[in-house]
Nanobody, 123 residues
Framework: QVRTVESGGGLVQAGDSLTLSCAAS????????MAWFRRAPGKEREFVAA????????DYTDSVKGRFTISRDNAKNMMYLQMDSLKSEDTAVYYC????????????????WGQGTQVTVSS
């Protein structure tokens, strides 16, 4: 199982940018689809973005398309989420997780979940 540690969160103003990092353990990192999820206060955890094993295919939830960019570095077992033009509604705890297949990329009911990293956007 791939275990993950998120970092890079913080307090920013609306319109600012932030880059989240995800450090993954396990020699099979490159064999997993990786995804970012977030949980806003009082809401369920929701899918944000996913990236295929080789990085050539990505998927985003509609609310972040054009503002967020997901990427990965398989040589370093790292994944990233570049977040631009942040909005107050992006405030949430962000989690990264591994997915066994592209079909399951948006499922939040399974997988390893770390502590997450808090992103707070002030308006």
């Amino acid at each position: 199982q791939v275990r993950t540690v998120e970092s890079g969160g913080g307090l920013v103003q609306a319109g600012d940018s932030l880059t989240l990092s995800c450090a993954a353990s396990g020699r099979t990192f490159s064999g997993y689809v990786m995804a970012w999820f977030r949980r806003a206060p009082g809401k369920e955890r929701e899918f944000v973005a996913a990236i295929s094993t080789g990085g050539g295919t990505t998927d985003y939830t509609d609310s972040v398309k054009g503002r967020f960019t997901i990427s990965r570095d398989n040589a370093k077992n790292m994944m990233y989420l570049q977040m631009d033009s942040l909005k107050s509604e992006d405030t949430a705890v962000y989690y990264c997780t591994a997915r066994p297949s592209w079909v399951t990329r948006r499922l939040s009911s399974t997988g390893y979940w770390g502590q997450g990293t808090q992103v707070t956007v002030s308006s």
